[in-house]
């Protein structure tokens, strides 16, 4: 997968998991203690992923443009 193609999915990667972690924070405010193993799984998983994704791309992306 080339960079110009990773950042959209790594961007999204991101962005679910930060969602993720808005709604684990939002329910644990509402007194719910019992979460789904999926949505710790993924506030968990996501945004790391997504970063380091992100971060991958855009290192590729730089090293294209000096060559």
């Given at each position: 997968m080339s960079a110009p193609?990773?950042?959209?999915?790594?961007l999204a990667l991101f962005a679910l998991g930060l969602v993720a972690i808005v709604v684990v924070f939002a329910l644990f405010?509402?007194?719910k203690s019992d979460l789904p193993v999926w949505l710790n799984v993924?506030?968990?998983l996501l945004t790391p992923i997504g970063l380091g994704l992100g971060?991958?791309?855009a290192v590729r992306n730089s090293r294209a443009k000096r060559r």
């Open positions: 193609k990773l950042m959209p999915l790594a405010a509402a007194g993924a506030a968990c971060v991958l791309s």
